[in-house]
T-cell receptor, first 114, second 114 residues
């Protein structure tokens, strides 16, 4: 069965520092991968997605992610974090099963200190 | 205009009651979903509907009954509420039921069962 692991429950970075959030997936077929962000009391907003092609994908708000098939990873990065990036980040894999369900990781809470 | 809207945003009720959560999307999408986010922030799919037809039912207790009067609406009715039903419920929609489709999420309904 497909699964997504986000090893870090919490991460704290200083404003202006770089960020990397880890995501590993387990899925037998070609994965479709997503990163969503959830601000407190808000819904989930799509940051970026990977379907095929270039393994480095760019998203909104200056985020990027790199798909590494050999490591079954899809890590999210940002070169310089802003205080407004504090939120919870979810990695997800979209399955090919009829119905298009997303399987989510447990999330990583990002705290930004000034 | 909100793309995926859920009502109510907050719902506080007693054990044993019956309640409904409504979801509407104005994106013209064919597929709609319900996800449950538990107290540990873990997101899991419950149901998906494509053009009013149920296509995913993830072993959810039959106290939960989704209803799709048309493809723009997917409501969730919960009978005999239990303490364990307390969670945030997210509605989402996507253009079609294929894995490459991006899912757009509502802001969530926080259900508290006392």
């Amino acid at each position: 069965a497909q699964s997504v692991t986000q090893p870090d429950i919490h991460i704290t970075v200083s404003e202006g520092a770089s960020l990397e959030l880890r995501c590993n997936y387990s899925y037998g077929a070609t994965p479709y991968l997503f990163w969503y962000v959830q601000s407190p009391g808000q819904g989930l907003q799509l940051l970026l997605k990977y379907f095929s092609g270039d393994t480095l994908v760019q998203g909104i708000k200056g985020f990027e992610a790199e798909f590494k098939r050999s490591q079954s990873s899809f890590n999210l990065r940002k070169p310089s974090v802003h205080w407004s990036d504090a939120a919870e980040y979810f990695c997800a894999v979209g399955t090919m099963e009829y119905g298009n369900k997303l399987v989510f990781g447990a999330g990583t809470i990002l705290r930004v200190k000034s | 205009d909100t793309a995926v809207s859920q009502t109510p945003k907050y719902l506080v009720t007693q054990m044993g009651n019956d309640k409904s959560i409504k979801c509407e999307q104005n994106l013209g999408h064919d597929t709609m979903y319900w996800y449950k986010q538990d107290s540990k922030k873990f997101l899991k799919i419950m149901f998906s509907y494509n053009n009013k037809e149920l296509i995913i039912n993830e072993t959810v207790p039959n106290r939960f009954s989704p209803k799709s009067p048309d493809k723009a609406h997917l409501n969730l009715h919960i009978n005999s509420l239990e303490l364990g039903d307390s969670a945030v419920y997210f509605c989402a929609s996507s253009p079609r039921e294929r894995a490459k489709n991006i899912q757009y999420f509502g802001a969530g309904t926080r259900l508290s069962v006392l």
